[in-house]
């Protein structure tokens, strides 16, 4: 059960309210299944995107985010306007409080998440559900490899951290979604997943 402060009282959501917590490695596509959700969600269904606060300039690429100046992103972390907030590569990212308000209504949320802060997020939000994006370590050498961004030492290294990653990420109702095929037989089980209110896996 999900509460949320309002006017200095404390209101429950009466739902089955989830919050899906994605994360993946990099190269595993999560973004890109996010988009997809996103792009392809019914519109009857009760499922929020977050947006996220990132500083990092807005026409950068990737997710579509919320760009903010450090030292804006920092104000607002020290004003509590941050339900979740982290650092990874010299960059700030963080997830609003209006998660509190869409959670409390009764909304499915669904969150970009980081593998390093999900103890934090757990520890906030512990009927939250991870979601791990998947990828078998020879597609996603191939995929590091098309995106041009790293040299073959930083593949290796993406590849290790992959590895770890699927390895330490424990929770009983962990959901992992494989990645290996086309973005929409994994993007289409994603959007099942955010969109079914009674999801007993991540009960």
Known sequence: MYGVMVAGSIMQATSMAKL???IGA???????LIQYARSNIAHEA?????HRYITRPADAGGENHVALEEKEFIARENMNCFAMSWHSHETYYGIGIEINQWLAKGLNVVV???RAYLPQALNKYPELCPVLIHVDTEVLRLRLIQRGRENKQQIEHRLMQAQILQKTVVHPGLISIENNGALSDAGSR???????IKNKQCA
Do not use: C, M
């Not at 009760?46 to 977050?50: L, R, S």
């Open 112 to 114: 970009n998440g980081s």
């Open 20 to 22: 899906f917590y994605v």
């Open 190 to 196: 994603l959007l099942k997943i955010v969109q079914n």
């Open 46 to 50: 009760q499922v929020v995107f977050t």
């Open 26 to 32: 990099s190269g595993a596509g999560k973004d890109s």
